[in-house]
C-alpha cells in the first residue's frame, strides 16, 4: 500500500487531536486529544518501519523490520503510565475545585 | 639615653590608650574612674616630656625611625618621629597645660552625664594624641595626619552639646574653614613632592633640595603652607570660626582653641624657617596678614560682651603677633610668646569658666560684676593674666611681646606703629574685661547672686599653677638688653635660624619704654572709662561695627554662602529634578509601559498558552521549509 495514505490518516488524527485541544475546554477530552495525536504519530512511526524494510540496504541489519515496532511498544507502555498521572490529576482537579474545566486553572496569574 | 628613646613612643599612645578606655568604656565608667585615667595618661606623658626634654637640654636629637609608611617608585615616606629642641617645648606645653585642663574638666563637667563625662575626656585625650603626633612627626606627612586629626578633634569638642543647632552649626563652621586651609597644605605637599620627592624635614631643608627649588616654587609651597596655617591659627581670611568655637565647653576652649591647637600654625611655620626664609614675599604676607588680624581682632574685642567672646578674640589677635614675628623672620619670638600665650590664656579662659561656673552658665560680662568679693583666687589670678597679656614689665607677655615689638620695628615704623596700637587695644579690652566682671556692683538679679562662689580646689589648684607660670615664664627669654641671656634663644638656636637685624640697646630701652609707658596709660583709661560701668542701650555708629564684628560674618555669608546656596538651589530644582529625575523617572515609566502592553501574553488561560505553542511551532515550520 502507498505510503501517502498512511501519512494522510496520521495528520488527520494529529490534526483533529490538535484542534481538539486548542479549542475544548474539557480536561479530559484535551487528554483524549492528546493521546490522539500521539497514536497519530504512533501510526506514523510503524508505517515508515514498514516502507523502510522494503529497502535491500536495511534487510543486511541484524534488527531488520523490527526497531520502530518495539519502540512503538514501549511508546505505548510509557503513554499508559502517563494516562494513569494524567487521570490522577484530572480526578484531583475535581476534587479540589469541582470542575475540569481548563479555564479555572489560572491561579498562577493572581 | 637609650632607655628614654624606648619610652618615646608612650608620649603619644599614652593619651590614645586613654581615648580608647574611655570611648569604649563609656556607658561603664563612672565619672571618677574615666576623669582619672584621662589625667592619668596625659600626665604620664607629661613626665616622659620632660624626660626627654632634660635629655635634650643636654645636647642630644632624637630621629627615631619606626616602619616604612608609603613607599611608591622614588616617593619614600616613613614613620619617624623627630624629637629637637624645638619638639620637646611644644611637647611640655601641650602635656603640660593639657595635664592641668585635664584636671579643672575633672571639676568643671561634673554636671554631666556619665556617659557624656566619659565621651568628653575621650576627645580631649584623642586631641592631645593628635597634637603630639603634629609635633612629633619627622615629616610633613605625619604632622598633616596630626593636623587632622586635631581639626577633628576640635570639631567633635565644639559640637560637644550637639542637641544645641547653633552648636553643631559652630563646630561645622569650624570644620569647613579648617578644610579650607588643609587643602592649602595638602597641595604644599603635593608641590614639595613633585618638586623634590621628599616630604622629610631634614631632607627637604637640605641645601641639595633647596636647590632644586626655584623662586616661584618656594613662594608658591609658603604661600600654600601659609594658607594652611591661617585656617588652623585662625588668621584672616579664616579667622571667624575661632569665636564661633567657644560654644564648646570652657577647658576646651583653654586647651584647644587658645593654648595648643591655634599654635599649630605657628609651630609649622617655624618648623619650616629654612623654606620661609627664603620666601621674602611670603614673609610680607605673612607680615601684613598678621598686623592686619592683630588690629582687626583687639578692636572687636573691645566692644564684645560675652566673656569667652572677648578672650576668642583676643587669641586671634595674640595669633596675629606670633605671625607678625614669623613673618619678620622672628621665629624664637613668636616661639617665645606661644610658650607665654599658652600660660596667660589658659589662665584667662579656664578662669571665665570659674566664673561662668559661679554664675551658673551666665556669659554676659553685662551681668557680672563685683565678683572678686565672692572669688578672690578666681580674680586674682585672673588679673595676673591679664597683666601678663597686657605686657607689663615683669610679667611673662611683657618679655615675649616685646621681641616681636622689636622685630617689628627693626622691619619698619610702620609695622611698629600698627603693632603697638594692636598691643594698647589688648591692653585696654583685658582691662574692660577684667573692671567690668570683678569690679563694682553686681548687676545681675538676685538668683545667681545668691549662689556666687569660689569653685572647688579641682578647678583653682590649676589656675595658681597658671598664674605662677604666667608671671615666671617670661624668664626663659629675658633679653640682653635687659641683662639676661635669652636661654630659649640660645636653646633653639640649632633648629631655628631667626634673621633678625639687632637693635641697639638703646633703641631697645626706648621701645621697651614707650610700650609700657602707653599700656600703663591704656589701663588706666579703661579704669576711669568702666570702673562705674552700667550697660548701654544700643550703640551707634562705630561701635555698633565693633559689636557687630565689622559685619565680616555677614560679608562672607554675601559673598559665598548666598551664592553657593543659589548655585546649590538651581542644581537642585533644573539639573536634579528635571534632568537627573526625568532620565531616572523616564526608564522606570518606559519599562511600566512596555510591561503593560506585554501583559495580555500572560493571560493565564491554558488554551491560549497551547495556541501560542502551536503558532510557534507552525512558525518554525516555515521557517525550516521556506527559507
Not at chain 2, 556617659?115 to 609635633?135: C, Q
Not at chain 2, 631632607?203 to 603652607?225: H, Y
Not at chain 2, 587658645?258 to 599654635?263: I, L, R, S
Amino acid at each position: 500500500m502507498d505510503i501517502k495514505a498512511y501519512i494522510a490518516l496520521s495528520l488527520t488524527l494529529f490534526t483533529i487531536g490538535l484542534i481538539g485541544v486548542l479549542v475544548r475546554r474539557n480536561a479530559i477530552i484535551i487528554f483524549m486529544c492528546i493521546e490522539l495525536m500521539l497514536n497519530a504519530v504512533n501510526l506514523l512511526l510503524v508505517a515508515f518501519s514498514k516502507m523502510h524494510a522494503a529497502s535491500p540496504a536495511v534487510k543486511a541489519l541484524p534488527t531488520y523490520a523490527s526497531d520502530a515496532q518495539v519502540f512503538v511498544f514501549f511508546i505505548m507502555v510509557v503513554a499508559a503510565a502517563e494516562v494513569s498521572v494524567g487521570l490522577a490529576i484530572i480526578v484531583m482537579m475535581y476534587r479540589n475545585i469541582h470542575s475540569v474545566d481548563v479555564n479555572f486553572l489560572n491561579r498562577l496569574k493572581h | 639615653m637609650n632607655n628614654i628613646v624606648k619610652l618615646i613612643w608612650l608620649i603619644p599612645f599614652l593619651p590614645l590608650i586613654g581615648f580608647l578606655i574611655n570611648g569604649v568604656g563609656r556607658k561603664l565608667l563612672s565619672k571618677t574612674f574615666s576623669g582619672i585615667i584621662g589625667s592619668a595618661v596625659v600626665l604620664g606623658s607629661f613626665i616622659i616630656s620632660l624626660l626627654v626634654f632634660l635629655q635634650i637640654k643636654s645636647g642630644n636629637v632624637f630621629n627615631i625611625h619606626y616602619f616604612n609608611f608609603i613607599s611608591i617608585d622614588s616617593l619614600k615616606i616613613s614613620f619617624d618621629y623627630k624629637i629637637d629642641q624645638l619638639t620637646s617645648l611644644f611637647l611640655l606645653i601641650i602635656t603640660g597645660v593639657g595635664f592641668l585642663i585635664h584636671v579643672y574638666s575633672t571639676s568643671y563637667m561634673h554636671e554631666e552625664d556619665d556617659k557624656d563625662f566619659a565621651k568628653y575626656f575621650s576627645y580631649l585625650n584623642l586631641f592631645v594624641f593628635s597634637m603630639l603626633l603634629l609635633v612629633m612627626g619627622g615629616n610633613y606627612l605625619i604632622m598633616f595626619i596630626g593636623w587632622e586629626g586635631v581639626g577633628l578633634c576640635s570639631y567633635l569638642l565644639i559640637g560637644y552639646w550637639y542637641k544645641n543647632n547653633n552648636y553643631t552649626d559652630a563646630a561645622k563652621k569650624a570644620f569647613i574653614m579648617n578644610r579650607i586651609g588643609d587643602l592649602g597644605f595638602l597641595l604644599a605637599l603635593f608641590w614639595l613632592i613633585a618638586k623634590v620627592d621628599t616630604v622629610d624635614y631634614d631632607q627637604v631643608f637640605s641645601a641639595a633640595s633647596l636647590a632644586k627649588l626655584t623662586p616661584v616654587d618656594i613662594s608658591g609651597i609658603t604661600l600654600l603652607l601659609f594658607v594652611g596655617a591661617t585656617g588652623k591659627s585662625a588668621q584672616i581670611p579664616l579667622y571667624t570660626w575661632l569665636p564661633d568655637a567657644m560654644a564648646g565647653p570652657t577647658p576646651v576652649s583653654a586647651l584647644i582653641h587658645a593654648a595648643t591647637m591655634v599654635t599649630a600654625g605657628i609651630y609649622m611655620i617655624a618648623r619650616s624657617n629654612a623654606l620661609f626664609s627664603l620666601a621674602h614675599n611670603t614673609q610680607l604676607v605673612i607680615t601684613i596678614v598678621g598686623l592686619a588680624t592683630a588690629l582687626l581682632a583687639a578692636s572687636i574685642a573691645i566692644k564684645q560682651h560675652d566673656i569667652k567672646k572677648v578672650l576668642a578674640y583676643s587669641t586671634v589677635s595674640q595669633l596675629g603677633f606670633m605671625f607678625i614675628a614669623l613673618g619678620t623672620g622672628n621665629y624664637v619670638a613668636a616661639v617665645f610668646h606661644v610658650i607665654t600665650h599658652a600660660f596667660f590664656k589658659a589662665l584667662m579662659f579656664l578662669g571665665s569658666g570659674s566664673v561662668i561656673h559661679a554664675m551658673g552658665g551666665e556669659q554676659d560680662i553685662r551681668k557680672m560684676g563685683g565678683l572678686h568679693k565672692h572669688m578672690k583666687i578666681t580674680s586674682i589670678t585672673f588679673l595676673i593674666g591679664c597683666i601678663a597679656i597686657a605686657g607689663i614689665p615683669g610679667f611673662s607677655g611683657f618679655f615675649s611681646k616685646d621681641e616681636i615689638l622689636a622685630g617689628a620695628y627693626s622691619h619698619g615704623v610702620v609695622f611698629y606703629a600698627v603693632a603697638l596700637f594692636a598691643a594698647l587695644l589688648t591692653a585696654f579690652y583685658m582691662f574692660r574685661l577684667y573692671i567690668v566682671t570683678f569690679t563694682g556692683k553686681f548687676r545681675g538679679t538676685h538668683e545667681p547672686e545668691h549662689h556666687l562662689h569660689e569653685s572647688p580646689s579641682a578647678m583653682t589648684i590649676p589656675l595658681i599653677i597658671l598664674a605662677v607660670l604666667s608671671i615666671v615664664g617670661g624668664y626663659i627669654g629675658v633679653p640682653e638688653a635687659l641683662g639676661g641671656h635669652h636661654q630659649l634663644s640660645a636653646f633653639l638656636s640649632p633648629v631655628v635660624k631667626s634673621s633678625v637685624h639687632h637693635l641697639t640697646h638703646d633703641t631697645e630701652y626706648m621701645l621697651m619704654g614707650l610700650s609700657t609707658a602707653l599700656v600703663l596709660i591704656a589701663i588706666f583709661f579703661a579704669w576711669t572709662r568702666f570702673k562705674k560701668y552700667q550697660p548701654e542701650g544700643e550703640s551707634k555708629g562705630f561701635a555698633k561695627l565693633l559689636e557687630n564684628k565689622w559685619y565680616v560674618d555677614e560679608l562672607y555669608d554675601f559673598v559665598i554662602v548666598k551664592p553657593i546656596k543659589s548655585i546649590a538651589g538651581f542644581s537642585n530644582r533644573i539639573i536634579e529634578a528635571k534632568g537627573i529625575d526625568g532620565l531616572v523617572n523616564g526608564v522606570g515609566k518606559a519599562v511600566n509601559y512596555s510591561g503593560r502592553q506585554l501583559r495580555w501574553l500572560q493571560s493565564g488561560q491554558v488554551g491560549a498558552y497551547v495556541l501560542l505553542m502551536v503558532i510557534g511551532i507552525l512558525l518554525l515550520f516555515i521557517l525550516k521549509l521556506f527559507f
